[in-house]
Each structure stands twice: as C-alpha cells, then as structure tokens.
C-alpha cells in the first residue's frame, strides 16, 4: 500500500505537507490500543485545519484545546517557573480514579535560559539543566499539581515508561564531567517515580550505557529494554538492547544491572540502504557492547569484532507493539541525508523487530522517491491514536504540524503550530514533541517545544 502524489495533495488537510510513504501500515496498529473502532479521522482525517483565534494551535472543527502549561509561567508546587523546550512525554493513570500524571521531558542544555529547578534530594548534577516536570490532571484536564520529576540532567530529549508505571528519560547528550560546566559525567537513563512508594533516585541507570540517548521501549514480558541512539555524527547511532539482571522488572530493579549489547544486521552496515518496505532481515545478532560507560571512545565507535554493527542517522522514536500475535518493538529513523554521511537519502523510517522470531522488517518509508518531490518534514515522537491510526510529530522546517496516518494510508494533518517564534520574513515555528493519549483515550496531550507549551486537545477521536 502506498501514499501517491494525488492522493496526498488533493486531501484538503494535507496541502503543503510535503510527505509521502509506502509501506503496509496496518501492523503498526495492531496492538491493544488499536482493538476497536474505525481507523482515526476515518478515510481522509477529521477536515482542514481552522486557524486559531488566539494564535496558537490550528485543530479541525469541533475540535478544541486547553494550555495546561507554558514555559515562564509559576509551576502550583512553589518549585519555581515552568522550564522550557519541552520535548518527550507520556500520560499514566494518577492516583485517583480518573486523574492523570503527565510526565515531562526538557532537552535543556548547558545554556537553556529556563532550567529545571534543582530540587533538594531531585538533583544529579547542580549544573546540569534538564530533567522532568510531572503534572497530575483531574478527569477534565484541570491543573491539579505540576512539580519536578528530577533535576539537574541534561538535554532530556526522550525516553519512555515502564510496565510497573514509571518513566525512563533519556539525557541526548555524551558530555563528561568538566564539560559545559558539568560536575558529573551524562548521557544516561534516570527512572523516575510516579506512584506512591516510587521515589526518584536520581542518580543514572549506568548499565543501560552512556551516549546520545533517544527513547525506550520495554518488553513486558520478557523485560528486555530497547533503546535508540540519536547521534549527531557519523557513523551515527544504534539500537541497543539491555537484557536485566532482574527481567520480572518492578520499580528501581533496573539498578540491579544487566547485559548492553548492540544490534547487527549481517551484511547491512547503515539501515538507511533500505528503501523497499517489506524488506526483512533474518538472524539479527546482538553483540556486548565492549565498554557501556564510553570512558574514552563512544560506544558507537567501538571494537565489536565480527564485522562491526549496524548504524543509523536519526534514531529517535520506539515503542512496544505486536505483530501477527506476537511481540514487537518499533523505532523510528527520522531521516537520513547522504550529504552528512548516510547510505542514501530518506525522510524517515519505521522499522519492527521481532525478538521471536529474529527478525528485522522496514515496515513504513518516507519520501523523498515515494511520490512527493519537495523536501519532506522527519517524522520524530509518534503515538497510537485511539481509533487505529498513528499519531506524528514533525520536526522541520516552516509550519509544523502534528500528523494522523490511518490504516488505508491517508495521511492528514491533526494539528498546526500557530505561534510564530520568528519575524513576517522568516517565520519559524516551534517543532511538535511527546504526543500522547490519557488512559482512557479520550484526550491527547503534545507539547510545542518552543515556546515551550503543553496542550490537552479533545475532540471527536472516534468519529
């Protein structure tokens, strides 16, 4: 099944967008999220985007959306000001019954002017600027408390949660101390507490490795944790997979340790090579990562013997799903740029990986020869949607919007950023991250990233 020029350009809803892909997408939907109703926004979305009154975010009619936080503003826990750059998220049940925790991302930097407050007994690093921010909704999305998950990380791009009801987040960032003003080494995995009993211990998960991590995906079975790597250069990064000394999991039990190790795809050195989907790799290999702290060479530059491992630019979204009945793990390649150093040219990936059965599979693949000519925009955090469909955040240039791909291979536009953080000449628009559904699917929550603004929308999501 594949997305044609005409079929993207004459979708009223998704004029400009610059994308195209070809690949089979109904085994991205089929997990338990995905059980019931009509794919999301039915065959051609929900209708053209409405231009917000008030600037900020552009829905389809009869949709409608609240602000529950904005960078600058005072968060309710007296902790200090809302930080910024608000990046990955997800949305867990709360402590009572209908409430909701949404725990916060900020991929700050060694010179982002709005930190996260270091909290006593909340803080790695005093220097370090990044961490969490947790807010608890009640059942109509009213702000009821918002707080510092933990402090003084860096570069908190994103991450993902666990089975036992906690959040991993990921610092992007391989800095050691002394660097950028650091007194602690970075670039790890932090688990932090949601529930009552869980309290955050905020030092790293250093098993899991130190580089420019990206996102976490848990097997909820087996307990394996699979983790992407967003490096900025080449060779770029990996997909790795930690095997627990402690698979039944259960809050901090990753700090008991385990087993990092690295995929290889025999004979297929930088996944961006692939461009037909459906294509699979059978007897994928898993080689131990020689030194998971990078003490002096980062881990993508290691000796792994045995013909190396397997590169991508990019590697940025990953989650847990299913495939014909069985467990699989999805993960995002954003795009790949020959001119950087990649093997050919794409506007994203999404792969699965079958741990039963070994097997690697190019499930979905954008742009640029899949129909559309013009630039298309990387696909970066990604969600299931309530009615079967997948929900994309883009990062790029120009307007940036929030995209809905259904089970028949429309892509429509859900959402637009209207707040423009450049001049009339050259506007520019705050890139979309952390799309995520509340548990009872009813209400998705996105960040804008900057300026940094997290948003609640409801609608007619099974329409």
């Excluded at 007296?78 to 909701?100: S, W």
Aim: hydrophobic share 35%.
């Amino acid at each position: 099944m594949s997305a044609t020029r005409r079929r993207i350009l004459g979708s009223a809803a998704a004029v400009g967008a610059g994308i195209a892909f070809a690949g089979s997408l109904s085994e991205l939907f089929a997990v338990k999220d995905a059980a019931h109703a009509a794919p999301a926004g039915g065959r051609d979305g929900y209708g053209p985007l409405v231009p917000d009154p008030d600037g900020l975010l552009d829905l389809p009619k009869g949709f409608r959306y609240r602000v529950l936080s904005r960078e600058g503003e005072p968060m309710l826990s007296g902790q200090g000001p809302v930080p910024g750059n608000h990046d990955g998220m997800t949305a867990l049940p709360g402590p009572r019954p209908g409430h909701v925790q949404l725990v916060r991302n900020h991929e700050n930097r060694h010179n982002a002017p709005r930190r996260v407050p270091a909290v006593r007994g909340l803080t790695y690093d005093p220097q370090g600027m990044g961490g969490c921010t947790v807010l608890e909704l009640s059942g109509s999305d009213r702000v009821l408390d918002e707080r510092v998950g933990i402090a003084g990380t860096a570069v908190n791009c994103a991450g993902g949660p666990t089975p036992w009801g906690t959040w991993l987040t990921c610092e992007e960032t391989e800095d050691k101390a002394g660097t950028n003003g650091y007194t602690r080494d970075h670039g790890f995995i932090f688990e932090v507490g949601l529930r009552p009993g869980h309290r955050t211990v905020p030092e790293p998960l250093t098993a899991m490795g130190r580089f420019q991590h990206e996102a976490i995906a848990v097997d909820p079975r087996e307990g394996v944790v699979y983790e992407t790597e967003d490096a900025f250069d080449h060779p770029f990064g990996l997909f790795y997979r930690f095997l627990p000394h402690r698979p039944r999991g259960g809050f901090d039990s990753l700090r008991a340790g385990g087993r990092l190790e690295a995929m290889r795809v025999p004979g297929v050195p930088d996944l961006s090579a692939v461009t037909e989907p459906g294509t699979h790799f059978d007897g994928v290999e898993w080689l131990p990562v020689p030194d998971p702290l990078a003490k002096r060479t980062p881990i993508r530059l290691q000796d792994f013997g045995r013909g190396g491992v397997t590169h991508a630019q990019k590697l940025e979204g990953c989650y847990w799903g299913s495939h014909r009945g069985e467990g699989a793990v999805y993960f995002v390649s954003s795009y790949a740029r020959s001119s950087e150093g990649s093997a050919a040219d794409h506007f994203g990936q999404v792969w699965r990986y079958e741990p039963g059965r070994r097997r690697l599979t190019l499930a979905v693949i954008f742009g640029p020869d899949t129909g559309v000519d013009t630039p298309g925009e990387s696909p970066d955090n990604i969600c299931l949607a309530p009615g079967g469909g997948l929900m994309v955040c883009e990062d790029g240039g120009g307007a940036q919007h929030v995209y809905g791909l259904t089970r028949h291979g429309e892509i429509y536009a859900l959402a637009r950023n209207a707040q423009n953080t450049g001049t009339a000449r050259e506007p520019e628009y705050g890139e979309f991250a952390g799309v995520t559904f509340s548990p009872d699917r009813r209400t998705m929550y996105v960040n804008c990233y900057e300026p940094g603004t997290t948003f609640a929308v409801t609608g007619p999501w099974r329409h």
